[in-house]
């Protein structure tokens, strides 16, 4: 390392520490939520064998369930291997609870790209796709990164709208991710305008970064994916739906089939990962954030524009890096490939990917095929070039990933 970026490294890491220390009390209230969930369910060794074929009322798997209710607050969960990102996760439940000539309204602005593509947002809309079911969609954007609650409640007052769709994370966007008492707040105006309207949270890569998730404070839903925050970089796939009971049984019948629901789905040997990754989930949370916030302020003092500074209150672990021109942004990506622990003789350049309207730059030298609580990072090739960058297992290991990238886009 050279002096001037040891000296930035220090400077940095004695700027951070109030964070830090915050980050580690978040850690410890979620690690108490998490255990006394394991404990007060009941989890035996036995619930770690899984079984095969139709998995029928699989004990192990239905124990996990349970566990994600508990921690979640929620009243039932579906976290199944057969889920296989956060984007099916979401579409399982957008079609399972929208039916032909229903709408659904998105109060946080365009949702995730991928997501796009499962509305029917867009010039070439899939025959799959919810528009092509006869599903509506609607739209109302942020101000100033924050709900626009007049706006939310005039077009609610008009009572023909079924599902609310909130997005906690930013997505491939420059607006600032939420945190859960932003949400709070729209949950309660919804209500008093509408008790009926169906709340669903995409909570992508906001677990565990705060101390409330979006059912304690009324929604009836929330999607998430194993391959993020709660598999820990340990869970290999799946993903989990939890809410109301109802919802989930509906959600579960778009998986499965009408009238099997839940009762089938084998876990495959996958029970202990879950476990084991939901288990280490806060502390490897904690570990992307400070990822984050160790990067967030070295890109700042090195000129660049990022969001969220590094003292910001956080909703996500997602870190923007504004990097002003498409060679950095190529760069830095192929950098964090080169600080990976797989593959980081590769170097990866932009292509194209279902699901995307502009090539996009993804790297990722991961254990789990496209996980991203993993130190990855990406970005479309669009202005202003903008890299997104998630994960961490460990701020040391986070750490190393982020100096390599600033070194080889210096270069």
Same mark, same amino acid.
């Not at 002096?3 to 890491?13: G, N, P, W």
């Not at 969609?137 to 924050?146: A, H, K």
């Not at 939420?178 to 729209?186: V, W």
């Not at 991961?366 to 090739?381: A, K, M, N, R, V």
């Given at each position: 390392?050279?002096?001037?970026?040891?000296?930035?490294?220090?400077?940095?890491?004695?700027?951070?520490?109030?964070?830090?220390?915050?980050?580690?009390?978040?850690?410890?209230?979620?690690?108490?939520?998490?255990?006394?969930?394991?404990?007060?369910?009941?989890?035996?060794?036995?619930?770690?064998?899984?079984?095969?074929?139709?998995?029928?009322?699989?004990?192990?798997?239905?124990?996990?369930?349970?566990?994600?209710?508990?921690?979640?607050?929620?009243?039932?969960?579906?976290?199944?291997?057969?889920?296989?990102?956060?984007?099916?996760?979401?579409?399982?439940?957008?079609?399972?609870?929208?039916?032909?000539?229903?709408?659904?309204?998105?109060?946080?602005?365009?949702?995730?790209?991928?997501?796009?593509?499962?509305?029917?947002?867009?010039?070439?809309?899939?025959?799959?796709?919810?528009?092509?079911?006869?599903?509506?969609?609607?739209?109302?954007?942020?101000?100033?990164?924050?709900?626009?609650?007049?706006?939310?409640?005039?077009?609610?007052?008009?009572?023909?709208?079924?599902?609310?769709?909130?997005?906690?994370?930013?997505?491939?966007?420059?607006?600032?991710?939420?945190?859960?008492?932003?949400?709070?707040?729209?949950?309660?105006?919804?209500?008093?305008?509408?008790?009926?309207?169906?709340?669903?949270?995409?909570?992508?890569? &906001?677990?565990? +970064? @705060?101390? =409330?998730?979006?059912?304690?404070? %009324?929604?009836?839903?929330?999607?998430? #994916? $194993?391959?993020?925050?709660?598999?820990?970089?340990?869970?290999?796939?799946?993903?989990?739906?939890?809410?109301?009971?109802?919802?989930?049984?509906?959600?579960?019948?778009?998986?499965?089939?009408?009238?099997?629901?839940?009762?089938?789905?084998?876990?495959?040997?996958?029970?202990?990962?879950?476990?084991?990754?939901?288990?280490?989930?806060?502390?490897?949370?904690?570990?992307?954030?400070?990822?984050?916030?160790?990067?967030?302020?070295?890109?700042?003092?090195? &000129?660049?524009? +990022? @969001?969220? =500074?590094?003292?910001?209150?956080? %909703?996500?672990?997602?870190?923007?890096? #504004? $990097?002003?021109?498409?060679?950095?942004?190529?760069?830095?990506?192929?950098?964090?490939?080169?600080?990976?622990?797989?593959?980081?003789?590769?170097?990866?350049?932009?292509?194209?990917?279902?699901?995307?309207?502009?090539?996009?730059?993804?790297?990722?030298?991961?254990?789990?095929?496209?996980?991203?609580?993993?130190?990855?990072?990406?970005?479309?090739?669009?202005?202003?070039?903008?890299?997104?960058?998630?994960?961490?297992?460990?701020?040391?290991?986070?750490?190393?990933?982020?100096?390599?990238?600033?070194?080889?886009?210096?270069?």
């Amino acid at each position: 390392m050279n002096t001037d970026l040891e000296k930035l490294v220090k400077e940095v890491e004695e700027e951070i520490k109030p964070q830090f220390q915050e980050l580690d009390r978040i850690c410890e209230v979620n690690s108490k939520k998490v255990l006394e969930a394991f404990q007060k369910c009941d989890l035996q060794e036995s619930h770690l064998t899984s079984a095969t074929g139709y998995g029928i009322d699989e004990p192990g798997r239905n124990k996990i369930e349970e566990i994600y209710a508990k921690i979640f607050k929620a009243e039932d969960a579906l976290v199944r291997t057969q889920l296989i990102s956060g984007t099916h996760a979401l579409t399982v439940t957008l079609f399972g609870l929208l039916r032909p000539g229903e709408k659904m309204l998105s109060i946080t602005g365009a949702p995730y790209d991928t997501l796009q593509t499962v509305i029917g947002i867009g010039e070439n809309v899939s025959k799959s796709s919810l528009k092509a079911f006869n599903i509506d969609y609607e739209q109302i954007e942020l101000v100033d990164n924050d709900f626009d609650l007049e706006a939310i409640k005039t077009r609610l007052s008009k009572k023909d709208i079924k599902l609310v769709e909130i997005q906690k994370s930013r997505g491939y966007s420059t607006r600032e991710s939420l945190t859960i008492e932003k949400i709070e707040r729209a949950i309660k105006l919804i209500r008093e305008v509408n008790k009926d309207v169906i709340i669903m949270v995409d909570n992508c890569y &906001g677990e565990f +970064v @705060e101390e =409330k998730e979006p059912i304690e404070v %009324g929604a009836d839903i929330a999607v998430g #994916s $194993l391959m993020k925050n709660l598999g820990a970089g340990i869970a290999t796939s799946g993903a989990y739906i939890v809410g109301k009971k109802d919802l989930i049984e509906l959600c579960a019948e778009r998986l499965t089939s009408p009238g099997i629901g839940k009762e089938i789905g084998p876990s495959l040997n996958q029970n202990p990962l879950l476990l084991k990754g939901l288990f280490f989930a806060p502390s490897v949370v904690k570990s992307s954030v400070k990822t984050a916030i160790f990067a967030s302020r070295c890109l700042e003092k090195l &000129g660049y524009e +990022v @969001e969220p =500074k590094y003292n910001d209150k956080r %909703g996500d672990i997602v870190q923007t890096l #504004s $990097l002003g021109t498409e060679e950095n942004l190529v760069k830095f990506c192929q950098g964090i490939q080169k600080g990976s622990p797989i593959d980081s003789n590769v170097l990866p350049y932009p292509g194209d990917m279902g699901g995307y309207e502009d090539k996009v730059i993804m790297a990722a030298g991961t254990f789990t095929q496209g996980s991203t609580i993993e130190l990855s990072c990406d970005g479309p090739i669009r202005e202003p070039y903008i890299a997104y960058m998630q994960g961490g297992l460990t701020y040391e290991y986070g750490k190393l990933g982020i100096l390599k990238a600033i070194k080889f886009m210096q270069k």
